[in-house]
């Protein structure tokens, strides 16, 4: 068994919680600086060099890349000869995210109810947690802050087993088409497919934050990323809504086992700010 305590995990939390909101994964500004040599819109190609040029800018300046810094979304992976001292395992990732937000001078925008009192929390806690268990006495984080002109653009359907993959696809095309500009695109597009209610809108969301230079490791899923991705850039929404080629950088897509009655589908948008950053413990 091996300790790791509180404040290990609070700083390491703290740490990544300032690296995702300051610099983007190298893949995704590589996607992006090729989608600007790519993109035949006029329009489109200096709306997408005006992106290249604020990543530029943030990481010069050592300011978030962009003003919504998100609200935090961490999944942990823990092995199960770890031991945690000091404290829980929440108290520390929310002692870590209120820290790296207090201290990297990252706007706050949690709310302590959604109705009846949102009132600001005033240190970006709590964070959304996804737990797993995995073998070893390691403890790792991937803290993805999530915009929401983006997750506000994000749906999930329950289908049944007769939905064929051009229903997913055109399913998807819909949701891309329904956010339009709202999400700031060019726009990385998380699809789950399987598990249950919740659990496929996780899988949507696991699927974002994944680098977008990995492809699905199933050729079937890998063709269908490829599929998806082809008909939303056939969409013309283009930069920032403006109209071109290059409406999504990326699609992927996770899969679950389902119910013999169901497949569930998720969409969980992400704007070409999708942020992502990983440590271990």
């Known amino acids: 068994m091996r300790d790791i305590s509180f404040e290990q995990i609070e700083e390491l939390v703290a740490e990544l919680s300032v690296k995702a909101n300051k610099e983007l994964p190298c893949s995704l500004c590589e996607t992006i600086a090729s989608a ?26 050592d300011i978030p890349v962009c003003q919504d810094t998100g609200m935090a979304v961490v999944f942990v992976e823990i092995g199960q000869d770890v031991h945690i001292t ?55 984080f991937s803290v993805c802050p999530k915009g929401f002109g983006s997750e506000n653009m994000s749906q999930l359907k329950m289908m049944t087993p007769f939905a064929t993959e051009d229903d997913i696809v ?8 329904d ?17 249950d209610f919740e659990s ?3 899988l949507s969301k696991k699927a974002l934050c994944r ?17 998806l991705l082809k008909e939303i850039n056939s969409l013309g929404i283009g930069p920032q809504g403006f109209g071109g080629e290059t409406t999504a950088l990326a699609v992927n897509i996770e899969v679950a086992p389902t119910h013999i ?21």
């Open 36 to 61: 600007k040599e790519k993109e035949p819109q006029g329009l489109g190609e200096e709306i997408l060099g005006d992106i290249c040029a604020n990543i530029d800018a943030a990481k010069e300046l």
């Open 200 to 202: 496929c809108a996780i």
């Open 179 to 195: 956010a339009g500009s709202n999400p700031c695109p060019p726009i990385v597009v998380g699809v789950g497919l399987g598990g």
């Open 170 to 177: 055109d399913f998807v095309k819909i949701v891309v088409t």
């Open 86 to 140: 000091g404290g829980l395992l929440s108290d520390a990732i929310n002692a870590g995210i209120a820290k790296g937000y207090e201290e990297g001078y990252l706007r706050k925008s949690i709310v302590c109810d959604p109705l009846k009192n949102r009132t600001n929390t005033g240190n970006n806690t709590p964070a959304v947690i996804h737990l797993t268990t995995t073998f070893g006495d390691k403890l790792k």
């Open 211 to 227: 680098d977008v230079s990995i492809r699905n490791s199933d050729p079937y899923y890998m063709d269908l990323e490829d599929r």
């Open 261 to 281: 009655a169901g497949l569930p589908v998720a969409v969980n948008i992400g704007c070409h700010v999708t942020r992502h950053a990983e440590g271990v413990l």
